[in-house]
């Protein structure tokens, strides 16, 4: 096997162990089966990724631009499977439907904010994905995630601004000492 990184899901997915190919492709299958129409499949952050392409969105991602805005990442991590489900992360709705959803399947769900972790194909409840999926259209997705980038980049420049501003204090201050102390010394 060579280092060179998979360009393709196709590619990505036959350097996978057997058992994790065959989860993978599943759940593949099921998100493209559902996926509605204006997304792209490829690859993004080294898994399977569907995005929502510059073409329709130029500004691509707020977090880098050369990127086109993530819907949804598929893959694989040392000791588990991994489906990212960016596009409940900016819905509560979404989420909160997910979340009952899949409990109600009797399949555990174990789950960050948007990642859902996972050890084999049996550890995914792949109607609940589908639904999911198909519940976000293009537009509605943009709209939710344009509608929460303006509050993550805001409190980004307050951070920036707080932090900055204590840099300057500390400067100022050591102006201040070292004037002091030159006062003194005159």
Known sequence: MTDTKPTTPAEYLKSLPDDWRRALSAVRKVINANLPHGYTEGMQYGMIGWFV??????????????????????GNQKNHMALYMFCIYTDTKLSDWFVKAWIKTGITLDM??????????????LDV????????????????YLASVPAARSASRNAATKKAGKKAA?????????????????
Not at 53 to 74: E, K, M, R, T, W
Not at 129 to 144: N, Q
Not at 170 to 186: C, I, L, N, P, V
């Open 112 to 125: 960050g904010k948007s990642c859902v972790r996972f050890r084999s194909i049996d550890g995914v409840a």
């Open 129 to 144: 994905v589908g639904e999911a999926v198909s519940r976000v259209p293009v537009d509605v997705f943009l709209k939710g």
């Open 53 to 74: 392409p510059h073409s329709i969105h130029p500004a691509g991602y707020h977090c880098d631009a050369n990127q086109p805005v993530p819907f949804i990442g598929l």
């Open 170 to 186: 500390a400067r100022k201050a050591g102006k201040q000492k070292t004037s002091a102390s030159r006062s003194r010394r005159a």
